[in-house]
C-alpha cells in the first residue's frame, strides 16, 4: 500500500513570507497529524485532524499557522508570515483511527528554512 | 501530564553486536502503549515496535524487542546483530489520553551509531 505523501520536500523562503505544506494520507486513514520537529528534539504535534474535524489544535500558534482538511483526506498546513524559529520539519502522519493502539504512519516530512 | 525521558543523547555500538537504547516514562494512566520509531537521516519515522501495558510478553519484532519494566516504568530497545544501517536517530513515544487521544509524544531521542 502507498504510504502518506507530502510535498515539497524542501522549502526556503525568506521571513515574513507564507509557506504551504501538502500532505496525502494513506487511503482510509481517519486520523491525520501535523507534527513539527525542531533540529535535535522529537516531533511535536500541531494539530490532529478525525476525518475533517479538527480534534486538537492547541499547540497551533494560531495567529500565523492554519491548517485544513478538505473532504477528510488530503491535509494542507500554511504558514503566514513565517518567522525564523518556524525553521524545522515538518512531518506528516496518519492512523486508521485515534486511540492508543494505533500506529502512526509518517510522511518523509517537509524541510522548511527560514531566511 | 504524560512524560517520556531518554536519557542517551548518542550511542556507538560495534557492528554485530547488541545494543540498547533506554526510555522512561511518566503516566497516571492505567493502560498505555509505547512506541519506538527510528528516523534515518532521510528524516522519515518508522515504526519499529509497540509495547501495550497489559501485555503479558515484552514485544519483539525481528532484530528489535523491548525490555519493559512496569514497576520501574522503563521501556527500552534491544537491537540485537546491529548492522551499519541501523545508524539513525531512535525516539521512544507514548500517546496520550484525554482530550488529546492518540496523540503522541516523544522524548528527546538517542543518535545511534553503529561502527564496522
Known amino acids: 500500500e502507498a504510504g502518506v505523501a507530502q510535498s515539497p520536500r524542501y522549502k526556503i523562503i525568506e521571513k515574513r513570507q507564507s509557506v504551504a505544506f501538502w500532505c496525502n494520507p494513506i487511503?482510509?486513514?481517519?486520523?491525520l497529524y501535523w507534527y513539527q520537529q525542531i533540529l535535535g528534539q522529537g516531533p511535536k504535534l500541531l494539530i490532529q485532524?478525525?476525518?475533517?474535524?479538527?480534534?486538537?489544535d492547541s499547540q497551533l500558534p494560531k495567529d500565523r499557522f492554519s491548517a485544513e482538511r478538505l473532504k477528510g483526506v488530503d491535509s494542507t498546513l500554511k504558514i503566514q508570515p513565517a518567522k525564523l524559529e518556524d525553521s524545522a520539519v515538518y512531518l506528516c502522519?496518519?492512523?486508521?483511527?485515534?486511540?492508543?493502539?494505533?500506529?502512526?504512519?509518517f510522511g518523509p516530512g517537509t524541510r522548511l528554512t527560514v531566511l | 501530564a504524560q512524560k517520556i525521558t531518554q536519557t542517551q543523547p548518542g550511542m556507538f555500538v560495534q557492528e554485530k553486536e547488541a545494543v540498547t537504547l533506554d526510555c522512561t516514562y511518566d503516566?497516571?494512566?492505567?493502560?498505555?502503549?509505547l512506541f519506538w520509531y527510528k528516523q534515518p537521516s532521510s528524516g522519515e519515522m518508522i515504526f519499529l515496535i509497540y509495547q501495550g501495558s497489559y501485555d503479558e510478553q515484552n514485544a519483539t519484532e525481528g532484530r528489535y524487542s523491548l525490555n519493559f519494566q512496569k514497576a520501574r516504568k522503563s521501556a527500552n530497545l534491544v537491537i540485537s546483530a546491529s548492522q551499519l544501517g541501523d545508524s539513525a536517530m531512535y525516539f521512544c513515544?507514548?500517546?496520550?489520553?484525554?482530550?488529546?487521544?492518540?496523540?503522541?509524544?516523544f522524548g528527546q531521542g538517542t543518535i545511534l551509531t553503529v561502527h564496522p
Open positions: 503516566t497516571s494512566d492505567q493502560s498505555y502503549g
Open positions: 502522519a496518519s492512523s486508521l483511527t485515534r486511540g492508543h493502539y494505533n500506529e502512526q504512519f
Open positions: 485532524f478525525q476525518n475533517n474535524g479538527v480534534v486538537d
Open positions: 487511503s482510509g486513514h481517519a486520523t
Open positions: 513515544a507514548m500517546p496520550l489520553s484525554g482530550t488529546s487521544y492518540g496523540k503522541l509524544t
